[in-house]
Nanobody, 116 residues
């Protein structure tokens, strides 16, 4: 099983930027999409952004135009560039590996806190 490790979270003021990284310990195959989800206590985990092996992306409406997901297949790493952050973006952010609609693994999460 691939191990995923997120990094890059922290405390930032509204309007600021952060870049999250998700490093996979094993090989991500061409059938695997990678995605970022986020969760606040008491709420369901929600999709933020997803990217296929070939680079096709999709985003939650709430982050379109502000967040960018990318991946470096040679480094088995996925990134989430977050710009124009808002207090409502505050959450734990989790990286996941998805194959044919099945979540194969999750990272431990990284906290993002946006102050107003």
């Amino acid at each position: 099983q691939v191990q995923l490790v997120e990094s890059g979270g922290g405390l930032v003021q509204a309007g600021g930027s952060l870049r999250l990284s998700c490093a996979a310990s094993g090989r991500i195959t061409s059938t695997d999409a990678m995605a970022w989800y986020r969760q606040v206590p008491g709420k369901q985990r929600e999709l933020v952004a997803r990217i296929t092996y070939g680079g096709t992306t999709n985003y939650a409406d709430s982050v379109k135009g502000r967040f960018t997901i990318s991946r470096d297949n040679a480094k088995n790493t996925v990134y989430l560039q977050m710009n124009s952050l808002k207090p409502e973006d505050t959450a734990g952010y989790y990286c996941t590996q998805v194959r044919y609609g099945t979540f194969l693994s999750w990272g431990q999460g990284t906290q993002v806190t946006v102050s107003s």
